[in-house]
């Protein structure tokens, strides 16, 4: 299990120290989260870690505030579950902290988008629109037709109408840690993120981790193999 808890900052640029090449990262403040407690398979039926993120509301929860009482832990805004094997070593009370994490790890980024209420479905759904002239009247950014024949003679479920748009939970797949700083707890990931800024995002190993092409060459072909391809090509 490797995964973290943190807010969304904002986006900005590194520079690569190597190539020089500008890269659009965005800075997420990460943990410290309160390992609450430990499960394994013997006493849980599977392997966990649940920990504790953020300061407390005004007003607690009661749920919360017996959680965190049972075991003599600070209380924290909210509480999460990371399925996995937990780090070796990590107990109720310990703190988990960006440096679980180093330069050049591949992650998955969760959060929730941006809410942007009822919309049509040239926003919601990237439709194309009616044409803008040649007889067209008040339609151009309506769906066109919704039915379909005498049989079934009803609308097909799942069709992509106007409604509700964003506040999804969304998962973007194989970025990379650019940068780790343990002493502002903030960490510097390639690309863009779901949600606003200081949205709650959930940072974790990646699940389908790109493998380069020269740490898994092709099987059955030999280096000579593909030198020979190569120059027959050329």
Same mark, same amino acid.
């Given at each position: 299990? %490797? ?11 590194? !520079? ?18 309160? +390992? ?25 929860? %009661?749920?919360?505030?017996?959680? !965190? ?57 990237? !439709? ?31 069709? %992509? ?17 650019? &940068?780790?700083? @343990? ?12 949600? @606003? ?6 940072? &974790? ?21 593909? +030198? ?7």
């Amino acid at each position: 299990m %490797k995964a973290i808890l943190g807010r969304k900052i904002g986006m900005t640029e590194l !520079f690569d120290g190597k190539t020089g090449e500008a890269v659009a990262v965005t800075v997420i403040e990460a943990g410290p989260c309160l +390992v609450v407690r430990t499960k394994s398979v013997e006493t849980d039926g599977y392997d966990a870690c649940v920990v504790g993120y953020g300061a407390e509301r005004k007003k607690p929860l %009661k749920p919360h505030i017996g959680e !965190f009482k049972k075991r003599n832990l600070e209380s924290r805004r909210m509480l999460r579950e990371f399925r996995g094997t937990p780090p070796e070593g990590v107990k109720p009370g310990d703190d988990i902290g960006v440096s679980i994490f180093k330069v050049g790890d591949s992650v998955d980024v969760i959060g929730k988008t941006k809410g942007r209420g009822t919309t049509g479905v040239m926003k919601r759904w990237n !439709f194309h629109g009616a044409p803008g002239s040649h007889g067209t009247e008040k339609r151009h950014r309506t769906p066109g037709s919704i039915g379909s024949n005498t049989d079934p003679g009803r609308t097909i479920p799942g069709k %992509k109408l106007a409604g509700r748009y964003g506040d999804e939970r969304v998962t973007i797949q194989n970025l990379r840690i650019v &940068q780790v700083d @343990p002493e502002n707890r903030l960490l510097a990931v390639s690309g863009a993120i779901p949600g @606003p800024r200081s949205g709650l995002v959930l940072v &974790q190993r990646a699940v389908k981790a790109r493998i380069s092409r020269s740490a898994a060459p092709s099987a059955g072909v030999s280096d000579a193999g593909r +030198v020979r391809a190569g120059e027959a090509k050329s």
